[in-house]
């Protein structure tokens, strides 16, 4: 789950992580008032869970309340990367001597926590990392011993840091990875966090990912999400505890498991089809999650077929019947739909479907060729 | 023999009394799994499938009454961890975690735990182990597989299962089949089954089941160069995926070119292992 960045910076905050004075605001009056207040000199960003909002031209630093109130009017009517712009961040504007890159995650092929830093930070430090590697440092943690002071030392060594920014910058490492444990993070990120004229370190970004998976332990950063900032779909998806990511065909796709789904649009592919999403109903999945499923994926009108992958293993077949019969009953639909159920209860949910008007395929070939069959008639 | 388990092995099922667990406790033993136990705090004394299967309240307690040398775990995600942690302090020999939803952040603590220890980690998020005809430690179907000389290890679920079912109407069997699990942190990866299946007299070829993320199969493919002799048929799911929801610049930094499918089947096919264009067709490669 993302943070938006003003969410994040309060977070920070709570951490004594040097963030610059700002406040949020939804109208363009509000953003005037704040700028007034904040000096004259501020930073207008846009609130959105996506990246590359600075080269969107969803960052813009402004001079006068009157040209905050103008700017902020122009971001809130934008939309970057599809999702709109409800809110901005005013941030006082600072003088900038010198960007640095700071963020921990998880290095999966480590398999551990990982620090990267850089002298060379700012919104094109992921092309520093690919043209100059050495600019980028980078240190594993051990998650049980934590993040150690000889490390810190280390990684200020290698960014080149002048000696006096040590102890402050020091302060602040730890800082963050005591937001990225605290929380249980999957990404805690500073891009840039700055050295101001005056010489203080100042984050002047932030972005947060949490995991999902950690989100029990978390209540008070689960109230943080927020739904309008995310695609409907996977919201809804989520909702009923598929999961869901719309793709750009034609034929729907409802499968159990991460892997056969992915599998199942591989195939659609192959046979020269397009799928119309990844949709993965987990496992043991209820009627009312087969219902729910089917109307999530015809709610996408440029589906024309859908094609209903289900491998029993602890979901059992019957069960997944029983939505499709429920679903086909409340949801008013003329598209065809082809199924494939094997293994528990297989012989079952065939009786349960015989009087619905479903197309059978026994193996993931003939289903995929069915549906593609459905889609494009000439080729059939 | 077959890898990781056989029939001689001595099992106990940590979360005995929930639904799942108490379900594939029945199923495992249908499939003459010797399950000799059950873990389920505060549930101690209790007996269970008929007063076939005793419950205790501690791992430790259990394995000192039956002698239990590996573990099943079907425990809630939140309680996973410490499930984990309290099989290996036992001194289990191999720990199979079929739970969902683990934090990755305990699991980044268990595996930094396991290092120098003798126990064997599958999972989390994984269906587990099945040697046909013989052992099965956790959920994968018994009835799609047949005994054989193929060894399969797969990152997926019901994909797995998939596959297995397409080898079992081939009529081609299995030696053993491994789900390692799909979770960014895990138990043993690709590597360490490859290498069991190298060294397994019973297994002449080998079946892996990739998909998009992380560089497994690009490791894989170096080890398969290096030390495989036993041919390889893969399948990589993912390459109609969209790209992944990008973690920030660290994970672009981290990740660099590695994770498509593209890379992950390209790097295979460099090393001599053939790769299936879908789950179907890999009977026919093997």
């Known amino acids: ?380 | 023999m077959s890898i990781l388990a056989t029939n001689k092995v001595r099992l106990l099922v940590q979360g005995i009394t929930g639904n799942e667990g108490l379900f594939h406790t029945q199923q495992m033993m249908s499939y003459n799994t010797n399950v000799v136990g059950g873990v389920s705090p505060g549930k101690g004394g209790d007996w269970v499938l008929d007063g076939k299967v005793p419950v205790f309240d501690t791992v430790k307690n259990a394995v000192e009454v039956t002698g239990a040398n590996a573990s099943v775990i079907f425990v809630p995600a939140r309680y996973t961890a410490d499930a984990i942690f309290e099989a290996v302090d036992a001194c289990m020999e191999l720990v199979i975690c079929i739970t969902e939803g683990v934090p990755v952040l305990d699991m980044m603590r268990v595996k930094e735990y396991l290092k120098g220890k003798k126990t064997r980690l599958i999972g989390p998020n994984c269906p587990g182990m099945l040697t046909p005809g013989e052992v099965k430690i956790g959920i994968i179907p018994g009835n799609i597989s047949r005994p054989g000389n193929i060894g399969v290890v797969s990152r997926s679920g019901t994909l797995t299962y998939e596959v297995l079912y397409s080898l079992y109407k081939e009529k081609k069997g299995v030696s053993t089949c491994v789900g390692i699990g799909g979770d960014p942190v895990k138990g043993m990866g690709f590597v360490d089954v490859l290498e069991l299946f190298e060294a397994d007299a019973k297994t002449d070829a080998v079946v892996m089941i990739g998909e998009i993320g992380g560089n497994d199969e690009e490791v894989a493919a170096e080890f398969i160069s290096r030390q495989m002799t036993k041919p390889v048929a893969a399948f990589i799911a993912g390459i109609s995926a969209p790209p992944g929801k990008r973690m920030g610049h660290a994970g672009a930094i981290i990740e660099g070119g590695s994770g498509s499918a593209e890379s992950k089947i390209e790097k295979l096919k460099s090393v001599g292992v053939r790769l299936a264009d879908y789950p179907e067709q890999i009977a026919s490669l093997i």
């Open chain 1, 1 to 380: 789950m993302k943070l938006h960045e003003y969410q994040a910076k309060n977070l920070y905050a709570k951490y004594n992580i040097p963030i610059p004075r700002g406040r949020i605001a939804a109208s363009a009056s509000e953003a005037r008032r704040l700028c007034e207040e904040l000096g004259g000199k501020v930073v207008i960003k846009a609130q959105v869970l996506v990246g590359g909002r600075g080269k969107a031209g969803g960052v813009r630093l402004v001079k006068s309340p009157e040209e905050a109130e103008e700017v902020t009017t122009q971001i809130l009517s934008m939309k970057i990367k599809d999702l709109p712009v409800r809110k901005v961040l005013v941030d006082e504007a600072v003088s900038i001597s010198k960007e640095i890159y700071l963020g921990i995650t998880n290095d999966r092929v480590a398999q551990r926590p990982v620090l990267i830093a850089s002298g060379a930070g700012g919104v094109d430090i992921e092309e520093v990392a690919r043209k100059s590697p050495g600019k980028i440092a980078r240190m594993e943690i051990d998650p049980l011993l934590g993040l150690r002071d000889y490390q810190v030392r280390d990684i200020a060594l290698s960014i080149d840091l002048p000696r006096q920014f040590w102890r402050p910058f020091g302060e602040i490492i730890y800082a963050l990875w005591k937001v990225y444990t605290d929380c249980d993070a999957t990404l805690a990120e500073i891009n840039p966090l700055v050295i101001t004229a005056e010489n203080h370190l100042v984050a002047l970004d932030a972005k947060i990912d949490l995991d999902e998976n950690a989100l029990f332990r978390h209540p008070d950063l689960s109230d943080l999400r927020d739904i309008d900032g995310e695609d409907w779909a996977e919201t809804q998806g989520r909702k009923f505890g598929v999961s869901f990511v719309k793709m750009e065909g034609d034929i729907g796709c409802m499968v159990n498991g991460a892997g056969l789904a992915m599998a199942t649009m591989d195939i659609i592919t192959h046979f020269g089809g397009k799928p119309a999403n990844f949709l993965d109903i987990g496992g043991g999945a209820s009627s009312e999650k087969v219902a729910a499923a089917i109307r999530l994926i015809l709610a996408d009108k440029n589906v024309k077929a859908i094609l209903i992958n289900v491998f029993g293993g602890i979901t059992r077949c019957d069960e997944v019947a029983e939505g499709l019969v429920n679903a086909c009953a409340r949801v008013d639909s003329d598209v065809p739909m082809v199924v494939r159920l094997v293994g528990t209860n297989e012989d079952k949910a065939r009786r349960i479907l015989s009087g619905a008007s479903l197309v059978y395929a026994d193996s993931l070939v003939e289903g995929a060729q069915k549906a593609i069959a459905m889609v494009k008639p000439e080729v059939a």
